[in-house]
């Protein structure tokens, strides 16, 4: 990526806020950003959204591939380290076990999309903090191949 571009003018990005965008609305039946803009400006739009949105990939240990700007605020973290950074580093000890976690994606997963989630999560310094009614949904590409999960929240409640 050349350095005067921003992350969400990235081709790579743009196609996959496209495909975050694109499932969300097939899956949900609704969209998260107005469907008639352009793919840059929903790009822009979405990194810059006042909500959190995430994506981990297929990996046996999903690492995340997108996080807006709230969301690299939320957690502390920087775009090179959120996309080496594995998913369920982000949930906190007292939250889901990983077998409760490991059938909350796999529901999601059969299911296509929840939008009951909560949980307790962890940034990078330790800070924990709870969301309530974040939606999940699966990552589908046009040729019906999965790609991975995605979630977005609007609030989220500090606990320290």
């Known amino acids: 990526m050349g ?10 990005i743009i196609a996959w ?3 975050l965008l694109d499932s969300y609305e097939r899956l949900l039946g609704r969209s998260l950003l107005p469907p008639e803009w352009t793919a840059l400006e929903r ?6 959204a006042p909500f959190v949105v995430v994506s981990h990939g297929t990996e046996a240990n999903p690492i995340f591939n997108y996080g807006n700007r ?9 775009w090179e380290e ?3 950074f594995p ?22 997963r059969k299911t296509g999309y929840i939008d009951d989630y909560r949980g307790i999560r962890v940034s990078k310094t330790g800070r924990r903090f709870r969301i309530d009614n974040a939606i999940v949904w699966n990552t589908i590409d046009r ?3 999965y790609r991975g999960q995605a979630a ?5 409640t500090f606990l320290e």
């Open 3 to 12: 350095q005067n571009i921003e992350i969400w003018q990235d081709p790579a």
């Open 17 to 19: 806020t496209e495909l």
């Open 43 to 48: 790009s822009h739009a979405l990194y810059h």
């Open 70 to 78: 709230v969301a690299l605020d939320l957690w502390g973290l920087t």
């Open 82 to 84: 959120l996309i080496q």
């Open 87 to 108: 998913s369920r580093a982000t949930v906190g000890e007292d939250t889901l076990s990983e077998s409760e976690r490991a059938k909350m994606l796999a529901r999601v």
């Open 143 to 145: 040729d019906g191949i």
């Open 152 to 156: 977005t929240f609007a609030s989220w």
